[in-house]
């Protein structure tokens, strides 16, 4: 999105639906202690610092479906091309004129798709006593985490059902 085009809202832009609604600037005395920091607010440096925890993670350690490529499949892909091959969809997209905001909405959508096959699994597994031994959970802990999980999963219907 180009500054200044369809959706961007600049300073100036800002500042004139502003004064066109009768609103002034906030007295300094009234203004959060934090909105003078260099860095920008504390969830700002929380969202900062998660953001380059991330990447630095993505970077040195490549990604899990290569971990999956390498010691189920036995093949392995370069990283270059394993890079390239997981932006291609978003940049074919984009380069497309595909709203970004709707592309993120349905990635969400189709990504929801695979929770309940990795929960469900998950808390059955972890269940049974004769597949984790003594490190089994108990069923106090498998009810609530199926109570859990039936939330999100009714969440994530809900979210389907609105979207489409």
Excluded: K
Aim: glycine fraction near 10%; hydrophobic fraction near 50%; avoid cysteine.
């Amino acid at each position: 999105m180009a500054p200044g085009g369809p959706g961007h809202a600049g300073p100036q832009r800002i500042r004139r639906a502003a004064a066109q609604a009768g609103l002034t600037a906030v007295p300094r005395r009234n203004r959060p202690a934090w909105s003078s920091w260099p860095a920008g607010s504390p969830p700002a440096l929380v969202t900062r610092s998660g953001g380059a925890s991330a990447f630095r993670t993505g970077r040195n350690r490549g990604y899990a479906g290569a971990a999956a490529m390498d010691g189920l499949l036995d093949y392995r892909l370069p990283m270059l091309a394993r890079r390239a091959l997981t932006a291609l969809p978003a940049v074919a997209l984009l380069a497309a004129g595909v709203d970004p905001d709707q592309a993120l909405l349905w990635s969400q959508v189709v990504l929801s798709f695979g929770i309940p096959f990795a929960l469900v699994p998950l808390i059955v597994f972890a269940a049974r006593r004769r597949l984790m031994g003594r490190w089994a959970n108990r069923a106090g802990l498998t009810v609530a985490a199926s109570a859990i999980a039936a939330t999100v999963i009714g969440l994530n219907l809900a979210l389907i059902w609105s979207t489409v």
